[in-house]
């Protein structure tokens, strides 16, 4: 279903696939339960998500950068920015922007929420599909994004992480 609305629409729509379900489940809480506090853990995280997926893909339109495997196949080009989609990262930028806003909640398990976010972000490095200032500029775009929403959302962390929410 969703390749034929991707199809139809030219626009892709699975990126945003999760992003979707979370503020879906923040809307279903918040009908259901006539409380905010659920569902607003739900809007927090699906706000980082969608807002930074929309900024990285503008910035891949602005910057337009070569991933560094065709940069090194083709010997024709001369600058890193002679059409491709590699800044910033998104990867690396949906991967933070969905574990930032936990770390946010739950600032106990910080360290182990980290592991695999960080793990994908050296990958995209290690094979040659971003630079490092790629993957750097997707975690920065999360780390704003999830300030910002913390601030707008006034998400206070969850300090006992077994207490009901």
């Known amino acids: 279903m969703l390749l034929g609305i991707e199809f139809l629409s030219e626009y892709t729509v699975s990126r945003y696939f999760i992003a979707a379900l979370i503020l879906a489940a923040a809307l279903f809480l918040l009908i259901r339960d006539k409380s905010i506090r659920r569902a607003k853990i739900f809007f927090f995280v699906g706000a980082v998500l969608v807002s ?3 900024v990285t893909a ?4 602005v910057f337009d950068r070569s991933r560094p495997f065709v940069f090194l196949e083709d ?11 590699s800044f910033p990262s998104g990867h ?4 933070f922007s969905f574990f930032l806003p936990l770390i946010v909640l739950i600032p106990r398990y910080k360290w182990a929420l980290l592991i695999l976010p960080t793990f994908i972000a050296l990958q995209r490095v290690i094979v040659n599909e971003h630079y490092l200032s790629d993957v750097l500029a ?7 994004m999830t300030l910002v929403f913390q601030r707008v959302f006034k998400m206070p962390t969850l300090q006992n992480p077994d207490s009901r929410i």
């Open 58 to 61: 503008t910035l891949k339109v």
């Open 75 to 85: 010997r024709s080009i001369h600058d890193f920015f002679s059409g491709g989609d």
């Open 52 to 54: 930074s997926r929309l």
């Open 138 to 144: 997707g975690i920065l775009i999360a780390s704003i």
């Open 92 to 95: 690396a930028t949906n991967y």
